[in-house]
């Protein structure tokens, strides 16, 4: 029923951890079973250089985060905004149904993660 991608990413996911001194920071829950997933993102000009994430969440949950930080690794902020949780569930070759609100976390805590990073920014030179 999962894909062996998504099984590789459940069993060793990547990325895994919290980065302490993180530019952005994003947090967001899933309204139809409550889990959790935080995105921890490092930025060097306009380009996302590192990131992490913690999933308090389900097996599909851990590997929708895995692979949405190996797709958006090394990009810029505008080509992570554009990564969508179908996307992401689409890299992952697809969730069975009754999952696919678990790959609803992925895209959305990264999305978060860089609108805190620039709510920072903004802040500064504001
Ligand atoms: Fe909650 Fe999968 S059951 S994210």
Redesign the pocket.
């Known amino acids: 029923m999962y894909s062996d991608l998504v099984m590789d990413h459940f069993s060793h996911p990547r990325n895994v951890g919290s980065i302490p001194d993180a530019d952005g920071v994003g947090l967001v829950g899933?309204p139809?079973?409550g889990?959790l997933m935080k995105m921890f993102i490092k930025v060097e000009g306009d380009r996302i250089v590192d990131i992490k994430f913690q999933t308090f969440?389900?097996g599909?949950?851990i590997a929708t985060s895995s692979m949405v930080t190996e797709m958006v690794k090394g990009k810029t902020l505008d080509e992570a905004m554009d990564v969508s949780n179908q996307a992401v569930a689409e890299a992952l070759g697809g969730l069975p149904a009754t999952?696919m609100?678990?790959s609803n976390?992925a895209a959305d805590g990264v999305h978060k993660a860089i609108e805190d990073y620039q709510s920072k920014v903004g802040a500064k030179k504001g």
């Open positions: 899933n139809v079973c889990d969440g389900c599909a949950a999952k609100h678990c976390l």
